[in-house]
């Protein structure tokens, strides 16, 4: 065997040994379709911050990594003074949502480390037009889980129950200011980390509109998140769509 | 009338000296695609800072009345938004919470609005296009929370100041009969002629909306005019502030009743599919915020 071939063949066991690991490292995990469109890095000191990058502001910094191919993104953020109202959010989705999207999502960990008034959310998250509603679906939350509104019903969905508040706002919202309906449902006990997840949002589009609250004929964006407010945490979570 | 009979008319009211600007709008097009914003080379005529908008069918293929049978009558319209100077020379007092003579009015309900295009018309020497009863109760407002519901009607024979119908908001916002069918008024890149979360603030915005985000970044009303504007010489017609109509809302554009007004052109707040020609929206008559202002209009 040529110096030559021995060389192409030993790239070619690298490529498929890349291939089975990064099968075997995916698993079930890996999108099944490949449809995420578009990314958020936010925090209240940098606004904009990188697809992938540290951001650093006066209340606080934030690393962020993601890949829109994979659907995986990581944030680690830590307040850096005192009493500071530092927010962060991370995530990834759709620019266009659909009350039929069924996602499957691994949050491999998502840690709340201080902020005692503060909250760390998992969460699917969206808005409505027609009418004009402001949704979510909140499978994890650590330190507390407040809620605005009303308790107006259950749903049981993906083997777990949630809780559905729907609360009548008037602020700020996708069209301006003005009065919106926001409905979530809160699970009433969070869902484990590191393993493949699912969320079935037509059982919950279902159940809103059975308690009256039907969501939009005309649809903005749909996004998985991970947002912390007045902590220092850290997570890391992939998300993809089912079909 | 001929539009110099007409405004002859207001100015021997108002003994002021006329002010017929002709304006050509060269806009420059560097950087941008000659099919992506308003004409090139733009000669309208403004008078008082109105604009004669021709009537017709609807051209523009994205609006909601392409193709019907509905014909718009010749009407004038403010070539900007109404300003915050313009406001208090009329009103005394400003009620908008972003401060600034050239910016646009804000924080104004459907009624202060109404009141406004009557005053307006006094001072004018114009006869008020509306009449307004302030002790009966409109039983066309389905609202449950608007406690004011004043009986406002219209006549629209009256030659002053008004607000303009849905019906003409999206004719001149989508053109007229020198439209070029864009989704937004004047462009199909909202960026080019309308302010909106993404460009209202300190930064421009990326990602999805997210009201901390944008609070954070002092996103706000900007001065009038200052994008392109659209193929009849109209500005802000997309973003800024959102525009009280006269009509109801309804299914139809013509609705007798209902539980708002109708509201076009989104403001600095929104996602920008507020600001599209064909996107109707609403507001029950009483609220006042910070990205709701309004535009005139009159009867040729």
Redesign the interface.
């Known amino acids: 065997m040529t110096k030559m071939k021995k060389i192409l063949i030993a790239q070619m066991r690298k490529v498929l040994v890349a291939a089975i690991l990064s099968t075997a490292v995916l698993g079930s995990a890996a999108p099944a379709l490949a449809t995420l469109d578009?990314?958020?890095?936010?925090t209240?000191?940098t606004?904009?911050g990188p697809a992938n990058g540290t951001s650093n502001g006066p209340d606080g910094t934030a690393t962020f990594r993601s890949n829109m191919q994979t659907g995986n993104f990581s944030a680690e953020w830590q307040t850096t003074r005192a009493n500071s109202r530092f927010?962060n959010?991370h995530g990834l989705?759709w620019?266009t949502g659909r009350a039929n999207r069924r996602i499957g999502y691994n949050l491999g960990f998502l840690e709340h480390h201080s902020g005692h008034q503060g909250m760390t959310i998992g969460a699917f998250y969206g808005?409505t037009?027609s009418p004009l509603i402001e949704y979510y679906v909140l499978d994890n939350w650590l330190n507390h889980r407040s809620t605005p509104g009303t308790l107006i019903g259950t749903v049981t969905s993906d083997g777990g129950t949630y809780e559905v508040w729907r609360a009548n706002q008037n602020?700020?919202?996708?069209?301006?200011?003005?009065?919106f309906v926001q409905i979530k449902s809160v699970r009433t006990t969070p869902r484990p980390m590191g393993q493949n997840n699912v969320i079935t949002f037509q059982n919950h589009a279902n159940a809103w509109a059975s308690m009256g609250s039907p969501l939009g004929t005309?649809w903005?964006?749909q996004?998985y998140i991970i947002e912390g407010w007045e902590s220092t945490g850290r997570g890391n979570a992939t998300v993809w769509e089912l079909p | 009338m001929s539009l110099a009979e007409f405004f002859s008319k207001e100015d021997i009211r108002l003994n002021r000296k006329k002010i017929i600007l002709f304006v050509t709008i060269a806009i420059s097009l560097i950087g941008l695609s000659a099919c992506d914003v308003a004409d090139a080379d733009l000669t309208i005529e403004v008078v008082n800072g109105f604009i004669l908008v021709e009537g017709g069918s609807f051209v523009s293929t994205v609006s909601n009345l392409y193709g019907t049978d509905v014909v718009v009558a010749d009407f004038y319209i403010g070539q900007h938004l109404v300003t915050q100077r313009e406001w208090v020379e009329v009103m005394g007092s400003n009620p908008s919470k972003f401060q600034d003579d050239d910016r646009p009015v804000e924080t104004i309900s459907w009624y202060d609005a109404i009141l406004f295009a009557n005053e307006k018309s006094r001072l004018a020497g114009l006869e008020p296009v509306y009449s307004v009863d302030q002790d009966q109760d409109d039983p066309n407002n389905l609202s449950l929370d608007d406690d004011v519901r004043w009986v406002v009607t219209f006549n629209e024979h009256a030659d002053g100041y008004r607000l303009p119908t849905e019906i003409e908001w999206e004719y001149a916002a989508s053109g007229g009969q020198r439209s070029r069918s864009y989704e937004f008024s004047g462009s199909n890149e909202l960026n080019n002629v309308g302010w909106y979360f993404r460009n209202s603030g300190d930064e421009y915005l990326d990602g999805f909306w997210h009201w901390p985000t944008l609070e954070a970044n002092n996103g706000q009303t900007r001065p009038v005019g200052q994008k392109l504007p659209n193929e009849l010489g109209i500005y802000d017609m997309s973003g800024n502030v959102r525009e009280w109509l006269w009509n109801w809302h309804g299914e139809s554009l013509q609705a007798d009743s209902g539980v708002g007004r109708a509201i076009r052109g989104g403001g600095w707040v929104g996602d920008g599919e507020a600001s599209r020609i064909h996107f109707r929206d609403s507001m029950e008559a009483h609220y006042q915020f910070e990205d709701l202002g309004l535009r005139l209009a009159r009867n040729r």
């Open positions: 578009f990314h958020q890095n936010w209240s000191d606004l904009n927010n959010l989705g620019a808005w037009r602020g700020h919202n996708i069209n301006g200011m003005g009065p005309e903005s964006y996004v």
